[in-house]
T-cell receptor
């Protein structure tokens, strides 16, 4: 069964450093998402992406964040200058045309 | 935007008993309500979903009910088994993005 994959599973970085989180959505899917879950809190929407552009973004997704689909398979989330409060689990999700979103296993980001 | 509330936050049941998790949503325009199961170290896995033109949906031991008037929906797990132990999240669609409840940690006691 096709699934969303994410790398790395755990990323540790120093405050102020740039990180890139990588996702490979399900191959024929068209819509891509990033969500995050701070420990003990709700899963929160960050950004949606379709047809090589951002469809919608939340208040969290400020100028420090960017997304890219550099080729036909990868979907990345970049945080330019990480802050302590960026520490969270980041989930990538994708969908075809229906509402159903499929989630990856997540990347745990720890900012020291 | 959409606000989803989920109760209870923790639920402990005896193996074989039923578990019920309840969620409410705020945006009457929401029309799609998925439930996800998250096991330790894994991402949310879709287990069942329901659309607003349907009042109830069942898949083996799992069922979901939706009351559009009251804006609440519930997950029912019957004949619980140890492998049902996990965190369960309800969600509502809000302009193609999901708004999640806070999650329910379900523990099935053998």
């Amino acid at each position: 069964e096709p699934e969303v994959t994410q790398t790395p599973s755990h990323q540790v970085t120093q405050m102020g450093q740039e990180v890139i989180l990588r996702c490979v959505p399900i191959s024929n899917h068209l819509y891509f998402y990033w969500y995050r879950q701070i420990l003990g809190q709700k899963v929160e929407f960050l950004v949606s992406f379709y047809n090589n552009e951002i469809s919608e973004k939340s208040e969290i997704f400020d100028d420090q964040f960017s997304v890219e689909r550099p080729d036909g398979s990868n979907f990345t989330l970049k945080i330019r200058s990480t802050k302590l409060e960026d520490s969270a689990m980041y989930f990538c999700a994708s969908r075809l045309s229906t509402d159903t979103q499929y989630f990856g296993p997540g990347t745990r980001l720890t900012v020291l | 935007g959409e606000n989803v509330e989920q109760h209870p936050s923790t639920l402990s049941v005896q193996e074989g008993d039923s578990a019920v998790i309840k969620c409410t949503y705020s945006d009457s325009a929401s029309n799609y309500f998925p439930w996800y199961k998250q096991e330790l170290g894994k991402g949310p896995q879709l287990i069942i979903d329901i659309r607003s033109n349907v009042g109830e949906k069942k898949d083996q031991r799992i069922a979901v009910t939706l009351n559009k008037t009251a804006k609440h929906f519930s997950l029912h797990i019957t004949e619980t088994q140890p492998e049902d132990s996990a965190v369960y999240f309800c969600a509502a669609i809000d302009d193609y993005k999901l708004s999640f409840g806070a999650g329910t940690t379900v523990t099935v006691r053998a």
